[in-house]
């Protein structure tokens, strides 16, 4: 999963639109994009979305937070259709990922789903708490599979008047960034980097994605279809990466009894091994 494109829950169009993309995976939305008005309705959009054709699509659905009184009636709509995963938004800490997987088994059952079928995927930064409450995660969950980091609701949580310094973030959301992705590593799960809110830049679009992956990130959010293209490609490992990835890891299995090797006159070890099965499993999809 490399790209994961957000939709609007009540507009069918966008649904339509956005399944035409080369998106790996979809949010469907009940939350921000969808007005309180309308979110009702949105639900049952949303379950007619599930019952499409997916096309190999992950499709996610973004659930109104805990704190809105909203989440069980959403749940309670969607999840007799099946969706792949739920978005979890302004999660505080492992507790909350807890309690929606407690709410998942029940509603899996009543379906008659497998259980445990259903993982979480979480806004982790939406708060000061939930950033203080990063630690949580470790030991994951067995549902949780990706952590994300947003800023747009921590800038109210914190009382700033901008996130940004120039074009890039400023500190504190680059430490929330930061803290996310070492939240994900720690627990073993998805590090998924922020939306890039410049529409109209592609190029801007595509450094931003591969910045995010050379730091450690795995997949990127996505709020309008012309980014899932250079997203994806800043994701995808390039041919040299995966022959060298594939060097290594046929240097080890040939010398199974040394934690050091030497390629092409560089000293390659046992991380560099854990990397380059990373970059193979990346290009497999």
């Known amino acids: ?59 996610i659905v973004r659930v109104n937070a805990f704190d809105t009184g909203m989440t ?5 709509a969607i999840m007799p259709h099946r969706p792949d995963g739920i978005l979890l938004p302004k999660a505080r800490g492992g507790a909350d990922i807890a309690e929606l997987a407690n709410y998942l088994a029940a509603f899996e059952a009543a ?7 259903t993982w979480i995927m979480a806004v982790a930064t939406e708060t000061a708490e939930a950033v203080m409450g990063m630690a949580s995660y470790t030991p994951a969950h067995p549902r949780l599979k990706g952590l994300l980091w947003g800023a ?14 120039g074009t890039a973030y400023s500190g504190p ?3 929330a960034r930061n803290l996310c992705l070492f939240a994900a590593a720690s627990a073993g799960v ?28 795995t997949a990127k959010m996505v709020i309008h279809p012309s980014h899932v293209d250079p997203v994806n ?22 010398n199974p009894g040394l934690g050091v090797v030497s390629i092409d006159g560089k000293m390659i070890d046992k991380p560099h091994e854990r990397a380059a099965r990373k970059i193979l499993a990346a290009a497999r999809g």
Not at 191 to 212: P, Q
């Open 173 to 175: 959301f680059v430490l």
């Open 1 to 59: 999963m490399r790209s994961i494109l957000f939709v609007p829950g009540d507009s069918p169009r966008k649904f339509a639109k956005a399944m035409g993309t080369a998106a790996d995976a979809l949010v469907l939305d009940l939350e921000d994009s969808v007005a309180a008005p309308a979110k009702v309705a949105a639900r049952a959009t949303v379950a007619e979305m599930l019952g499409t054709d997916r096309a190999g699509k992950q499709l």
């Open 152 to 165: 747009e609701d921590l800038s109210a949580s914190l009382g700033a008047t901008s996130n940004r310094d």
């Open 233 to 254: 490609a800043a994701f995808t490992p390039t041919a040299d990466e995966v022959a060298w990835a594939k060097t290594v890891i046929r240097t080890f299995e040939e």
């Open 72 to 76: 069980l009636d959403d749940l309670a």
């Open 190 to 217: 998805m590090a998924i980097d922020t939306v890039c809110t410049a529409i109209g830049d592609l190029d801007y679009v595509a450094d931003e994605a591969r910045a995010a992956r050379r730091d450690g990130f």
């Open 111 to 117: 379906s008659g789903m497998a259980q445990g079928s």
